[in-house]
């Protein structure tokens, strides 16, 4: 159990691509529930299975429990019980000694570069990347969630 | 990942009640999804946690993916995520060289005594104890997903 905080900012995409980046990580993931007050998403990695309930977000936080399985039963999970999975190659790219997750997404979602850190506080410093232009941790349209039902490309 | 192949019975109280019985294991158990195509219970008992992950029911088998997580956490996810949770003993009694699990329902439940056995096939032989009179397997009524949200007691 742990209190999750974070916040995401969409990236430019110019800016992205002129950035040296590390190999990233190939992220499946599904939702077995969208209730915002209850999400349940199962996550397949490269290597490894998470099974994540996150509650609601208040302010930036939320509660968060989360548990490694084996990677193919998440792969059977999400061929079982979601029909709509999100795919997204993930980059941890550090930036004045933070790390951020930049998610840049794939098939239905393709066109959305997000970026997100964690932080410890509601209050802790950091510092914005110049390519991340503008923050959506209030925006439900950018929660993994909602994106898995109403995806990017489907928008106006 | 399991097929999970089970019946289901009522228990007569008085043959119950005469019974010799081992120390029942104290469960609680709550669902973020009671969605029968996709239910997700998170289950306590004395000592362990678990979420399991079960789909629609066909026949007498369900898809089945359970994961154990610490006790405190289960507990913690029952407080955050779920509203009405079942309380139950439950005793593994020996019958023709077959474990039955018996649950004693407690609370809004108090008064239902309900039987399972697991079975390896759905055509895989067995007797039933004098003590279970009546099978209930395709009874949704009995589901323990339906029965946090309409308890026994609440029935006409």
């Given at each position: 159990?742990?209190?999750?905080?974070?916040?995401?900012?969409?990236?430019?995409?110019?800016?992205?691509?002129?950035?040296?980046?590390?190999?990233?990580?190939f992220l499946?993931?599904?939702?077995?529930?969208?209730?915002?007050?209850?999400?349940?998403?199962?996550?397949?990695?490269?290597?490894?299975?998470?099974?994540?309930i996150?509650?609601?977000?208040?302010?930036?936080?939320?509660?968060?429990?989360?548990?490694?399985?084996?990677?193919?039963?998440?792969?059977?999970?999400?061929?079982?019980?979601?029909?709509?999975?999100?795919?997204?190659?993930?980059?941890?790219?550090?930036?004045?000694?933070?790390?951020?997750?930049?998610?840049?997404?794939?098939?239905?979602?393709?066109?959305?570069?997000?970026?997100?850190?964690?932080?410890?506080?509601?209050?802790?410093?950091?510092?914005?990347?110049?390519?991340?232009?503008?923050?959506?941790?209030?925006d439900?349209?950018?929660?993994?969630?909602?994106?898995?039902?109403?995806?990017?490309?489907?928008?106006?």
């Open positions: 159990m742990a209190i999750e905080i974070e916040r995401k900012f969409l990236v430019n995409h110019d800016l992205w691509n002129e950035l040296d980046k590390p190999i990233p990580n499946k993931q599904g939702y077995l529930s969208t209730n915002p007050e209850k999400t349940l998403r199962v996550r397949a990695t490269d290597d490894k299975g998470f099974i994540t996150k509650g609601k977000t208040q302010g930036m936080s939320r509660l968060e429990f989360e548990y490694e399985i084996p990677k193919d039963e998440a792969l059977a999970l999400l061929d079982n019980f979601t029909e709509q999975n999100i795919e997204k190659y993930r980059y941890l790219i550090t930036h004045k000694e933070k790390t951020w997750e930049v998610d840049v997404f794939q098939g239905a979602n393709e066109g959305l570069i997000v970026a997100e850190i964690e932080l410890s506080s509601e209050t802790e410093a950091f510092d914005i990347p110049i390519w991340a232009y503008m923050e959506v941790t209030d439900p349209r950018y929660y993994n969630s909602r994106l898995s039902i109403k995806p990017y490309s489907s928008w106006q």
